[in-house]
């Protein structure tokens, strides 16, 4: 004789959406808090970029602010009190929404709804299949990595001139080719070969490598999704833009 017997568990609450991870099964809300800023936003519009269990920065879903070189693009972009996320931000979000739409994890807008259905699928093929976008870095002779320094946009000063951070380029690739998506390095550089040299929406990306003097921008069709650090900064064309994004309101007590 065979026995069947079924273990009765709890049903899950209407109001969360399981994730798997693994062999473990986790319960996500399908509403969370309202994404806080000053900046002056249509929250459904902006996905909040969740890096572990926080997010601290939303960036829109659609591209814009396109047609200009990168320095003055990112300029527009701070006059209108957003920023450009750096390019382990972008790398991060792309991992996110292509886990989301594998049910591996959740995405939600800066309303705090959870971004799903034909919404999530619109979201997901913008970022696989249709953008180009700066990023705010740019390349100089310095002391890092292939003699690099990376040199960020980090604000503009009274007369709308940008102002500059410069840090050492940490090691990565050095060599163009497919990269693993998941091989970052905290400056959002890749570091490691990917196994197959095609494009995988969500695990790889073509990669050129850090040139001095270029700067750094995102691409992606059908066919291809790139992560270049090797366009020329001043470069402008009618389909180059940004994905903006807003930084959470600190709190001021």
Not at 151 to 173: F, H, W
Request: with cysteine; net charge positive; glycine share 8%.
């Amino acid at each position: 004789m065979v026995n069947i017997i079924g273990k009765k568990i709890k049903p899950i609450e209407e109001d969360n959406v399981l994730v798997k991870r693994g062999k473990d099964v986790y319960a996500f809300p399908r509403k969370i808090e309202a994404f806080k800023t000053d900046s002056k936003i249509n929250p459904q519009n902006y996905a909040l970029i969740q890096e572990g269990d926080k997010a601290v920065c939303a960036i829109s879903m659609t591209q814009g602010y396109n047609g200009d070189k990168q320095e003055d693009t990112i300029i527009r972009v701070l006059k209108a009190g957003l920023k450009v996320p750096r390019a382990s931000r972008f790398i991060r979000q792309l991992l996110n929404v292509n886990q989301a739409v594998q049910e591996k994890g959740v995405l939600y807008d800066a309303f705090g709804n959870l971004i799903k259905g034909d919404r999530l699928e619109k979201y997901v093929h913008t970022l696989n299949d249709n953008h180009w976008v700066w990023s705010p870095e740019s390349f100089r002779a310095g002391k890092g990595y292939l003699g690099l320094d990376v040199v960020t946009i980090s604000g503009s000063d009274e007369r709308s001139n940008p102002v500059y951070k410069k840090e050492p380029l940490e090691e990565c690739l050095e060599e163009d080719c497919y990269a693993d998506l998941n091989s970052a390095n905290s400056q959002g550089f890749l570091t490691k070969k990917a196994r197959t040299q095609k494009y995988e929406p969500g695990k790889t990306i073509y990669f050129n490598y850090p040139r001095q003097d270029f700067a750094v921008w995102f691409r992606a069709s059908p066919s291809l999704a790139s992560f270049s650090c090797n366009e020329i900064r001043q470069l402008s064309a009618g389909g180059l833009g940004v994905f903006a994004c807003v930084e959470e309101v600190k709190n001021k007590n």
